[in-house]
């Protein structure tokens, strides 16, 4: 299957150049007007049976070519999502990384699923999602193929179909202090309705330098797009963040297939230091590892040693092995819906 993507005018240049390409999904308004996502794809690859599709973390957006090579020699079409007011799909009149709540997010990742395995008509379809992706990814496919969804069964009303989840660092709890994650967040969940766009903090920037090459990293991306310092944690969003915790604490039933990888050992968030890039310094990996089991039947956890925060920007050895617990995992456990 090699549909001409480049001869559809709704598919148009990326940013990144080359072969890429970009299609906007136009999504409902909202109280700042105009809203949509992006979707990404390399046009030049053939495409396969089998399909990926890859949701970004907060301050952030797809710049991870290496991760579409990886993918793509084991036979993976790669696809990426901009979520609405992130990277591509943020517009001047819009608050940036900005909702109030995280279900909005299920109209763009159906449109994608809809684009991916209706209009372009891959067989296979796999989600991949990254921190808050990870959050994102997994209400919504708790939602898709839960036994309160569409129990796992394509074409139906709930949305499309999933054959497996992958999770780089999912976002499933709050990195901070007792009093944060208890006091504040009943603080925010009562008061955040009535001043949503207050900002209440902000990322801080040492894990952003580590990766960027103007500050002695490894890689390139677009800094106005991912700034170091982030954009500003919001009340309203900060209140849904939360509440999406609360959900998977309280258990998920996600049928399909999951996979979540973490790194092997947590490192300090707050400050610089010389760990930054093997350790996740971002979120607390064994919250991560005590909650995953809750999301669904099929959880199989995996732990790369020597893995930052996004798995998929570890320095070597831990990247190639990220890349091969993924490729290794969903050959075996998609292997039946091939073809």
């Known amino acids: 299957m090699s549909p001409d993507l480049a001869a559809d005018p709704r598919w148009t240049p990326d940013v990144l150049g080359g072969s890429w390409l970009a299609q906007t999904l136009e999504l409902r308004p909202d109280d700042e007007g105009e809203v949509v996502a992006t979707l990404v794809t ?11 599709l890859y949701v970004h973390g907060f301050v952030d957006y797809f710049f991870q070519t290496h991760m579409a090579d990886a993918l793509a020699e084991d036979g993976w ?24 709540r995280l279900s909005d997010y299920a109209e763009e990742l159906d449109a994608a699923a809809r684009t991916v395995t209706g209009e372009l008509g891959h067989s296979t379809f796999v989600v991949m999602g990254h921190s808050t992706g990870g959050l994102v ?11 309160a969804g569409s129990a796992g069964t394509a074409g139906t009303a709930a949305g499309p179909h999933v054959d497996a989840l992958v999770l ?22 009562l008061f ?3 001043a949503p766009r207050v900002p209440v903090g902000r990322l801080a920037p040492h894990y952003g330098r ?30 849904a963040i939360r509440r ?5 604490a309280r258990g998920l039933d996600i049928r399909c297939p999951v996979l979540v990888l973490t790194s092997d050992a947590t490192g300090d968030a707050t400050r ?21 089991p809750g999301i669904g039947p099929d959880v199989t956890l995996v732990r790369v040693p020597g893995g930052a925060h996004d798995l998929s920007l570890s320095p070597e050895p831990a990247r190639s092995r990220f890349f091969t617990e993924v490729t290794t995992w969903l050959d075996a456990r998609t292997a039946h819906t091939d073809g």
């Open 168 to 189: 780089n660092s999912p976002w499933f709890d709050l990195n901070k202090p007792w009093f944060d994650r208890v006091v504040s967040t009943r603080l925010v969940d």
């Open 77 to 100: 079409t790669f696809y990426a999502l901009d979520l609405r007011k992130y990277g591509r799909s943020l517009r001047p009149h819009q608050t940036p990384n900005y909702v109030t």
């Open 42 to 52: 390399d046009g030049g690859r053939p495409r396969t049976e089998k399909a990926v």
């Open 244 to 248: 999406g915790h609360a959900q998977v």
């Open 137 to 147: 990814t997994s209400l919504w496919a708790d939602a898709r193929t839960g036994a």
């Open 272 to 292: 610089h230091h010389d760990a930054l890039l093997t350790t996740d310094s971002v979120l607390d990996v064994e919250q991560t590892v005590r909650v995953a």
């Open 210 to 239: 580590a990766l960027h090459r103007e500050s002695g990293g490894e890689w390139d991306y677009d800094l106005t797009l991912k700034p170091h310092e982030g954009f500003p944690v919001r009340a309203g969003w900060l209140r």
């Open 192 to 194: 955040g309705p009535l």
